[in-house]
């Protein structure tokens, strides 16, 4: 499951022997062009390397004229260069646009002079002509020839090369260079970073002009800079029949391979497919397959940082859906991450957002309502769903529903299945798509959010492929054309993670137990929200459980959002009303779980 990462301050360290600073310094000026250094040309603010390369806090050790952590900088970088201390394993990444031409994995923190002392590296030549480099890594996570977008992951550092022997200290050495033949490095100029919600320039916020100036122990900080998108628009909900924009496994979608460790890779969904190229936001259905490795899907704007959330969490060779809705970037396309291992990735779109033009429909959000129960009769669903049927159900009339909705948002939860198989939502009296809702294996049970148009007779359709399977629906809200609130897309970002602390508990969740998180005011989400969308995700549970979110204020409601067994990461999108105190709450009925809650947009009257 993606986790904030804590980004700490490395202990001080010394280094062992003068005779060993000698040696590093004679071995990086044979490697080097010693010279002035250059100024970096301003076309990098365009095309260049302008973005510090981490997320979080961490301490500058070194420049390459002021006195060092450890010595005189001079003796070890006599040319331009940084070396930051932060914590192993801390995500790296690209600094500005580029070509990956330098990578390197293998080496190990006792190797001196692996790789002539950079240890794993990434070097990257950007559109202006710079070339920045990242060494010391513990591992790369690009290959030479792929091609980077500013703020794309490249690596974790580390602490390989041999530096700081014989006790590693893990650090990242980070320069740029004008001529990558000669290695000829630069002063790497004004860096930015996102701090409160507003860029700050380094060097220059510490009211300095070079980095040259800035003295060893300053805290660098960085809320995670992307290049910034406009305020999303007041939008509309449009329905499209369901089609496959998206398999890796086929060349649908462009990929044609898996999704690699560390990998982004964008998905055009604007202008595609009948989506029209002024879409805000696409509502799609993710599913990851045929994963190597235990790993997590992230779905976000391309042209942005990589968040620190996760939409989809899998485990080797699982099969796992979840609803997805996605912020488009400014060129039309969404980006998904993949944290381990290697992925197919398929995405069926169900549905999009416009740009606040209208023509669309408004959202209703309701408290969940069980409509169907085949173990139970609910529904006039007396037995679970055969092989190769499609049964509807009536959404109108049903849990205040009214006669006017367009479609309808329903939790979908598939259990006692007999057989591996897959389900599919569509509006009654249509025809059975090619795509899924809901994969699920024998024995399992799985929920998953799901958005329906109405049919016939004012129902909804479900089929199933092979075998048997109960199934349960929950509503939780509809779309119909005038009267409901309007949707605003936001990068994702984590609002709850007890693990972590984040969201104001630093405990997990404990056996019949309802916490109010406050959602108004955080991840930027306003006062006026009527609705949030949140990717729910519960990890380390103890036992079987499951989770209901619903709006701070109520009783607990009868239905559920995410069902888990014990030790699961599981996920699912949850769309939920905002109550007393512009809180939600979230329970715990079996056990203790920890539970991470990811924003990724809210629904408001304007």
């Given at each position: 499951?993606?986790?904030?990462?804590?980004?700490?301050?490395?202990?001080?360290?010394?280094?062992?022997?003068?005779?060993?600073?000698?040696?590093?310094?004679?071995?990086?000026?044979?490697?080097?062009?010693?010279?002035?250094?250059?100024?970096?040309?301003?076309?990098?603010?365009?095309?260049?390397?302008?973005?510090?390369?981490?997320?979080?806090?961490?301490?500058?050790?070194?420049?390459?004229?002021?006195?060092?952590?450890?010595?005189?900088?001079?003796?070890?970088?006599?040319?331009?260069?940084?070396?930051?201390?932060?914590?192993?394993?801390?995500?790296?990444?690209?600094?500005?646009?580029?070509?990956?031409?330098?990578?390197?994995?293998?080496?190990?923190?006792?190797?001196?002079?692996?790789?002539?002392?950079?240890?794993?590296?990434?070097?990257?030549?950007?559109?202006?002509?710079?070339?920045?480099?990242?060494?010391?890594?513990?591992?790369?996570?690009?290959?030479?020839?792929?091609?980077?977008?500013?703020?794309?992951?490249?690596?974790?550092?580390?602490?390989?090369?041999?530096?700081?022997?014989?006790?590693?200290?893990?650090?990242?050495?980070?320069?740029?260079?004008?001529?990558?033949?000669?290695?000829?490095?630069?002063?790497?100029?004004?860096?930015?970073?996102?701090?409160?919600?507003?860029?700050?320039?380094?060097?220059?916020?510490?009211?300095?002009?070079?980095?040259?100036?800035?003295?060893?122990?300053?805290?660098?900080?960085?809320?995670?800079?992307?290049?910034?998108?406009?305020?999303?628009?007041?939008?509309?909900?449009?329905?499209?029949?369901?089609?496959?924009?998206?398999?890796?496994?086929?060349?649908?979608?462009?990929?044609?391979?898996?999704?690699?460790?560390?990998?982004?890779?964008?998905?055009?969904?604007?202008?595609?497919?009948?989506?029209?190229?002024?879409?805000?936001?696409?509502?799609?259905?993710?599913?990851?397959?045929?994963?190597?490795?235990?790993?997590?899907?992230?779905?976000?704007?391309?042209?942005?940082?990589?968040?620190?959330?996760?939409?989809?969490?899998?485990?080797?060779?699982?099969?796992?859906?979840?609803?997805?809705?996605?912020?488009?970037?400014?060129?039309?396309?969404?980006?998904?991450?993949?944290?381990?291992?290697?992925?197919?990735?398929?995405?069926?779109?169900?549905?999009?957002?416009?740009?606040?033009?209208?023509?669309?429909?408004?959202?209703?959000?309701?408290?969940?309502?069980?409509?169907?129960?085949?173990?139970?009769?609910?529904?006039?669903?007396?037995?679970?769903?055969?092989?190769?049927?499609?049964?509807?159900?009536?959404?109108?009339?049903?849990?205040?529903?009214?006669?006017?909705?367009?479609?309808?948002?329903?939790?979908?939860?598939?259990?006692?299945?007999?057989?591996?198989?897959?389900?599919?939502?569509?509006?009654?009296?249509?025809?059975?798509?090619?795509?899924?809702?809901?994969?699920?294996?024998?024995?399992?049970?799985?929920?998953?959010?799901?958005?329906?148009?109405?049919?016939?007779?004012?129902?909804?359709?479900?089929?199933?492929?092979?075998?048997?399977?109960?199934?349960?629906?929950?509503?939780?809200?509809?779309?119909?054309?005038?009267?409901?609130?309007?949707?605003?897309?936001?990068?994702?970002?984590?609002?709850?993670?007890?693990?972590?602390?984040?969201?104001?508990?630093?405990?997990?969740?404990?056996?019949?137990?309802?916490?109010?998180?406050?959602?108004?005011?955080?991840?930027?989400?306003?006062?006026?929200?009527?609705?949030?969308?949140?990717?729910?995700?519960?990890?380390?549970?103890?036992?079987?459980?499951?989770?209901?979110?619903?709006?701070?204020?109520?009783?607990?409601?009868?239905?559920?959002?995410?069902?888990?067994?014990?030790?699961?990461?599981?996920?699912?999108?949850?769309?939920?009303?905002?109550?007393?105190?512009?809180?939600?709450?979230?329970?715990?009925?079996?056990?203790?779980v920890d539970v991470i809650a990811d924003v990724v947009g809210y629904y408001a009257a304007s």
């Open positions: 499951m993606r986790s904030l990462r804590t980004i700490r301050t490395s202990p001080r360290r010394r280094l062992q022997a003068p005779a060993l600073l000698a040696l590093f310094g004679l071995l990086l000026s044979a490697l080097f062009v010693l010279q002035p250094p250059a100024p970096r040309a301003d076309a990098a603010e365009a095309d260049g390397p302008d973005t510090l390369p981490w997320i979080g806090s961490a301490e500058l050790w070194c420049t390459w004229s002021n006195p060092s952590k450890f010595n005189n900088c001079t003796g070890y970088h006599p040319t331009p260069a940084l070396d930051v201390g932060m914590a192993r394993n801390t995500p790296i990444y690209a600094s500005g646009p580029g070509t990956v031409v330098g990578a390197a994995n293998g080496c190990v923190e006792t190797d001196w002079n692996c790789q002539g002392a950079q240890g794993n590296f990434v070097a990257i030549q950007h559109p202006n002509g710079i070339y920045s480099r990242y060494l010391h890594l513990t591992s790369s996570v690009v290959s030479v020839g792929q091609s980077v977008k500013r703020g794309q992951l490249v690596g974790y550092s580390g602490a390989t090369g041999g530096v700081c022997q014989p006790t590693p200290c893990p650090h990242l050495h980070y320069d740029e260079l004008d001529n990558y033949q000669t290695a000829h490095r630069i002063d790497p100029g004004p860096m930015h970073t996102s701090q409160g919600g507003k860029t700050v320039d380094y060097p220059q916020s510490l009211g300095v002009t070079s980095w040259s100036q800035v003295p060893y122990g300053t805290m660098l900080q960085n809320d995670g800079y992307f290049t910034a998108l406009p305020p999303a628009p007041s939008s509309q909900f449009h329905t499209v029949t369901p089609f496959r924009a998206l398999d890796s496994r086929t060349a649908t979608g462009g990929w044609g391979a898996k999704l690699g460790t560390g990998q982004s890779r964008d998905l055009h969904v604007a202008g595609a497919g009948g989506i029209p190229a002024t879409a805000s936001a696409v509502v799609m259905n993710v599913t990851a397959t045929n994963g190597s490795a235990g790993s997590f899907l992230t779905v976000y704007p391309s042209g942005t940082t990589v968040p620190t959330t996760s939409n989809l969490n899998f485990a080797a060779g699982q099969t796992i859906p979840n609803l997805v809705v996605a912020r488009v970037g400014q060129d039309g396309n969404i980006s998904f991450f993949n944290a381990a291992g290697a992925t197919d990735v398929i995405a069926d779109v169900v549905g999009w957002f416009d740009d606040g033009t209208g023509g669309g429909a408004t959202f209703h959000g309701l408290r969940p309502t069980r409509t169907v129960d085949s173990r139970t009769g609910a529904g006039g669903w007396l037995d679970p769903l055969g092989p190769r049927e499609d049964r509807g159900f009536v959404v109108r009339g049903v849990g205040g529903v009214p006669d006017s909705a367009t479609s309808v948002v329903m939790n979908v939860t598939v259990t006692n299945a007999t057989s591996n198989s897959f389900v599919s939502a569509f509006p009654t009296g249509a025809a059975i798509p090619i795509t899924s809702n809901l994969n699920f294996a024998t024995g399992q049970t799985i929920s998953n959010l799901v958005s329906s148009p109405v049919g016939l007779a004012g129902q909804v359709s479900l089929y199933n492929q092979t075998g048997h399977v109960d199934v349960v629906v929950d509503v939780v809200g509809y779309f119909d054309a005038s009267g409901g609130s309007r949707f605003h897309a936001l990068s994702p970002v984590r609002i709850l993670d007890n693990r972590t602390g984040t969201g104001g508990y630093g405990s997990a969740w404990t056996q019949d137990l309802a916490r109010s998180v406050t959602v108004v005011g955080v991840g930027g989400i306003p006062g006026d929200a009527t609705s949030v969308v949140l990717n729910l995700t519960a990890t380390n549970g103890t036992t079987g459980s499951l989770l209901k979110a619903y709006p701070a204020g109520g009783g607990v409601p009868a239905a559920s959002n995410l069902l888990f067994g014990p030790a699961q990461t599981i996920p699912n999108l949850v769309m939920v009303p905002v109550g007393a105190n512009g809180s939600v709450n979230i329970y715990n009925q079996l056990g203790t």
